[in-house]
C-alpha cells in the first residue's frame, strides 16, 4: 500500500525543470455519415471539437495538477497555434512557461478525427518541421534553462524529437543537472540513448526500447539483459520501459528488477498517457518516493489518463481516489461538488465494471435505522451514492423547524460512513432527476416502502437494473428522536 497522505502532501513543495517539445493537440469528434460526391472520400459528420496543450506541454500540465510547480522551456513558431498554446499556459498557474520563438519554423500541430461513439482514431493531419534548432534557437534554449537549474528538485527532458532536445541541449542540461546534484530523467525519441549519457533514469515504451537495444524486449529477463547494457553504456541509474496492458519494468543499476502490473481498466484513449506516468514519476521521485512506490503511483495515475479522451491530465484528487480505497478518503471527498464530479467519478466506475447503488433521504438525524439501511445497501453494490435532500427540500417536505442541521453537515455525517462513498445533494423534492443522471445498477430503500413506493423504481428496471428493499430497524426515526429532545417534529 502507497503512503499516498505522505506522499501527496510534498508534491506541492516541489518545483520541476521540464524542457521539450511544444505541440498544439486538437481533436475533433464526429462520425463517418457518408461518402463525399467530390471523390471517393468519407465525410465526417463533426458534432465538437477540443484543444489541448500537447507534448511536452502536457507533461507540464500533468505536473501542475499534482500540485507542483513546473518551470517549462520549449519552442513555439509565431503563429495563430503558437499564439494560442502561449495563451494557454499563461492560464496555469502552477506553470511558468519560458517559451523560446522560433519564426523560421511552424508551431507543432496536430489534429486527431475521432469517432465520437467509438472512440477510435479515424485521421491524424500533422503540421511540423521536426528538423533540430538552429544554433541560435538553440543557445536561447540553453540561456532560458541553465538559470533554472538551481531551483528545480528534479529535471525531465521530454523528448518528442521535433527539434529542441538536439544533441548539444541534452548533454548541456544533464552535466549541468548533475553538476548541481540535480536527478535528471529523460523520456527519449531517439534510439540512440548514449545521447542522454548520465541521466538518472530513461522511460522508452517497449517498442522506444526494443528499437534502441535490438531485443525482443518480450519479457522480463530479455528487459533486464538489454537494459543492463544500455545503461553501462549510457550511465545512468536506472531503465524504465513502459509497457501499455502489460504494465512497466524497471530495471535498477543495483538491486532487483521491479515489475508494476497495469491496472485493468477500460481504455478510452492511450493519447497522452505517457505524459503522465514521466511527470507523476518526476513528481513522485522529487517529493522522496522510492522506485517502487513511484512506479506504482504512475501506473496508478496512467489508468486514470486512459481512461479520459483527448489528451488528458489527471489531477491529484482522481489519483488519490484510484489509489486509496474509498473508505480511506476523507469525508469531504466523498461528497460531490458538482454534476460533472459527478459524472466523471460514474464514468471511472463504469470503466472499471462495477456495480453502482443508489439510495436517498434527509438523514437529518443521523440514527442506527439510518445506518442499518445503510450498510444493507452498501452489500448490494460496489460502490454506493447517498442522494441527500437539501436545506429547501427538507423544509418543504418536513415542514418548520427542519432540518435541524444543515446540508453540508448531513453531507459530511453521511460521507464519514465507510458504507458511502459519494453523496449528491439534490434540489428537487424527489431523487428522479438525480436517479436518471445516475443510472444505477441497484436502487434500495428501507422495507417501510413497497414496490411501487419507490421513486425511480420504473426508470431503474427498465434498464435491467433491480429494486431493493431492506428491512428497516424498528423504533428509529428523527421524527421520534425531535420529540423526545422537546423539539419540534
Known amino acids: 500500500m502507497i503512503d499516498f497522505d505522505g506522499l501527496s502532501q510534498a508534491f506541492c513543495r516541489q518545483t520541476v525543470l521540464c524542457v521539450g517539445d511544444l505541440m498544439l493537440d486538437e481533436f475533433v469528434y464526429g462520425e463517418i455519415s457518408r461518402i463525399s460526391p467530390e471523390a471517393p472520400a468519407p465525410v465526417i459528420a463533426v458534432q465538437r471539437s477540443e484543444t489541448n496543450v500537447g507534448g511536452a506541454g502536457n507533461v507540464a500540465r500533468n505536473i501542475a495538477a499534482l500540485g507542483a510547480r513546473c518551470v517549462f522551456v520549449g519552442l513555439a513558431g509565431e503563429d495563430g497555434a503558437g499564439g494560442r498554446l502561449r495563451a494557454a499556459l499563461s492560464r496555469e498557474t502552477l506553470i511558468e512557461p519560458l517559451l523560446i520563438s522560433d519564426p523560421a519554423r511552424p508551431t507543432t500541430r496536430k489534429v486527431r478525427f475521432v469517432s465520437e461513439h467509438f472512440s477510435t482514431h479515424m485521421l491524424r493531419a500533422d503540421w511540423e518541421t521536426p528538423a533540430p534548432a538552429s544554433g541560435a534557437v538553440e543557445q536561447a534554449l540553453i540561456d532560458a534553462i541553465l538559470p533554472q537549474l538551481p531551483r528545480a528538485d528534479i529535471v525531465l527532458l521530454s523528448d518528442y524529437a521535433k527539434g529542441v532536445l538536439t544533441a548539444r541541449v541534452i548533454r548541456t542540461v544533464i552535466d549541468a543537472a548533475r553538476g548541481l546534484g540535480k536527478r535528471v530523467i529523460v523520456d527519449p525519441k531517439s534510439a540512440n540513448f548514449g545521447i542522454y549519457r548520465g541521466a538518472t533514469l530513461l522511460t522508452p515504451n517497449r517498442k522506444e526500447f526494443a528499437d534502441a537495444t535490438r531485443s525482443r524486449a518480450d519479457d522480463q529477463a530479455s528487459i533486464a539483459a538489454a537494459a543492463r547494457e544500455v545503461m553501462r553504456l549510457a550511465n545512468c541509474e536506472a531503465l524504465l520501459v513502459t509497457q501499455s496492458e502489460h504494465g512497466m519494468t524497471l530495471v535498477p543499476g543495483e538491486g532487483e528488477v521491479i515489475h508494476v502490473p497495469a491496472h485493468t481498466v477500460k481504455v478510452r ?51 488519490r481516489r484510484n ?46 435505522g439510518h445506518v442499518k439501511v445503510l450498510t444493507g445497501a452498501r452489500a448490494t453494490c460496489d460502490r454506493l451514492i447517498v442522494g441527500l435532500n437539501s436545506d429547501a427540500s427538507v423544509a418543504r417536505l418536513k415542514g418548520e423547524g427542519r432540518p435541524i442541521q444543515n446540508e453540508r453537515a448531513r453531507a459530511e455525517v453521511l460521507a464519514a460512513l465507510e458504507a458511502v462513498d459519494l453523496v449528491v445533494i439534490f434540489e428537487e423534492d424527489t431523487p428522479l432527476k438525480l436517479i436518471e443522471r445516475t443510472g444505477p445498477n441497484v436502487l434500495v430503500k428501507g422495507g417501510d416502502y413497497s414496490l411501487e413506493q419507490v421513486v425511480g423504481q420504473e426508470f431503474v428496471t427498465a434498464r435491467g437494473g433491480e429494486v431493493v428493499l431492506i428491512d428497516i430497524l424498528h423504533g428509529f426515526s428523527t421524527t421520534s428522536l425531535v420529540k423526545r429532545a422537546g423539539g419540534r417534529a
Do not use: M, Y
Not at 282 to 308: F, I, P
Not at 324 to 343: F, G, H, Q
Open 323 to 368: 489509489i486509496l480505497p474509498p473508505a480511506s478518503l476523507a469525508a469531504e471527498e466523498k461528497i460531490a461538488r458538482s454534476a460533472d464530479d459527478l459524472d466523471a467519478r460514474l464514468s471511472a466506475w463504469r470503466d472499471q465494471g462495477l456495480r453502482i447503488g443508489f439510495t436517498n433521504g434527509c438523514f437529518d438525524i443521523l440514527h442506527p
Open 269 to 319: 484513449d492511450v493519447t497522452g498517457a505517457g505524459d503522465t506516468v514521466v511527470a507523476t514519476l518526476a513528481v513522485s521521485l522529487a517529493a522522496g518516493a522510492d522506485w517502487e512506490t513511484a512506479l506504482r503511483t504512475a501506473s496508478a495515475a496512467a489508468a486514470v489518463a486512459v481512461g479520459k479522451s483527448g489528451t488528458a491530465i489527471v489531477t491529484l484528487a482522481e489519483l
